[in-house]
């Protein structure tokens, strides 16, 4: 399964180019194509909406975090898209996170596969990297629950620069030292 370690972390200034930088033999072997032609289609419905709710998280420090889940089901077949926000309206509580909200919004409407979760936001003070990453809890929630494989992709886009990267699950495990089981 070396396929899902392609190395997907290149920055991207314009997502209309994200895809067009592939080499074929990444399109090819990066998910499932049927899955992945749909989500090609679906890049800049999910970009505009990631961008339309990025004001709208309950954070108490304007930390704000939107994200757009795309994700199948295979009983109905059919796609569908997911939003979510991170919710944390005052300091002492536990943090509810965008990435969160979108897998249980697609797993509650019997969505069994994640194809791609993509966020938005800037990240913390202090933290130097370009843009967003998945939380501890979120890369365990990654990690163990079986509808995210590990071909699916974290896409994240930086408001404040306009970066954007593009990882596969896998890749975004592992170099957070998680593994799926398989
Ligand atoms: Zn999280």
């Given at each position: 399964m070396d396929m899902l370690l392609l190395n997907f972390t290149r920055y991207y200034h314009d997502y209309s180019v994200l895809w067009g930088n592939l080499t074929p033999e990444?399109?090819?072997?990066?998910?499932?194509?049927?899955?992945?032609?749909?989500?090609?289609?679906?890049?800049?419905?999910?970009?505009?909406?990631?961008?339309?709710?990025?004001?709208?998280?309950k954070s108490y420090r304007k930390y704000n975090v939107s994200a757009i889940g795309f994700a199948y089901n295979s009983t109905l077949e059919k796609y569908?898209?997911?939003?979510?926000?991170?919710?944390?309206?005052?300091?002492n509580m536990r943090t509810t996170c965008?990435?969160?909200?979108?897998?249980?919004?697609?797993?509650?409407?019997?969505?069994?596969?994640?194809?791609?979760?993509?966020?938005?936001?800037?990240?913390?003070?202090?933290?130097?990297?370009?843009?967003l990453y998945p939380?501890?809890?979120?890369?365990?929630?990654?990690?163990?629950?079986?509808?995210?494989?590990?071909?699916?992709?974290y896409i994240s886009w930086n408001p404040s620069n306009n970066l954007m990267r593009m990882m596969s699950i896998g890749e975004i495990l592992k170099a957070n030292g998680y593994a799926k089981d398989r």
């Open positions: 990444e399109q090819a072997l990066c998910m499932h194509p049927m899955h992945y032609e749909a989500l090609r289609h679906r890049i800049p419905y999910m970009f505009q909406c990631v961008c339309d709710s990025n004001g709208r998280p569908g898209t997911f939003l979510g926000v991170n919710i944390k309206p005052i300091e965008a990435e969160a909200v979108v897998m249980g919004s697609a797993l509650a409407a019997g969505y069994d596969v994640i194809i791609a979760i993509m966020v938005a936001g800037v990240p913390q003070e202090g933290d130097e990297r370009e843009v939380c501890d809890n979120c890369l365990l929630t990654l990690q163990v629950i079986s509808e995210v494989p590990e071909d699916a992709y």
